[in-house]
Nanobody, 114 residues
Framework: QVELVESGGGLVQAGGSLRLSCAAS????????MAWYRQAPGKQRELVAS???????NYAASVKGRFTISRDNAKNTMYLQMNSLKPEDTAVYRC????????WGQGTQVTVSS
């Protein structure tokens, strides 16, 4: 059974950086789409960044130029590099993978202080 596990969240001051990881505990043979979502308390879940099978990337306007999504196929891991963090980036970040089935990670907390 495939499971996605996020890591790398934590507390950081505004202007700092974090790198989130999303690792699959099982093999996903075909991946069509991968993405990072985030949700803050009382707010709607937001698509932060995505990457397709062909490595086409897209970003939410609020994170363009600051965040970078990538993947390492050999390690079966997806990353989100977050730079120039702002307090409004505070949220639970969750990875999402679409292959033959859909998979969600459990989430990792990112807190940015002013």
């Amino acid at each position: 059974q495939v499971e996605l596990v996020e890591s790398g969240g934590g507390l950081v001051q505004a202007g700092g950086s974090l790198r989130l990881s999303c690792a699959a505990s099982g093999s996903i043979f075909v991946i069509n789409y991968m993405a990072w979502y985030r949700q803050a308390p009382g707010k709607q879940r937001e698509l932060v960044a995505s990457i397709t099978r062909g490595d086409s990337t897209n970003y939410a306007a609020s994170v363009k130029g600051r965040f970078t999504i990538s993947r390492d196929n050999a390690k079966n891991t997806m990353y989100l590099q977050m730079n120039s963090l702002k307090p409004e980036d505070t949220a639970v970040y969750r990875c999402y993978v679409v292959g033959a089935r859909e998979y969600w990670g459990q989430g990792t907390q990112v807190t940015v202080s002013s």
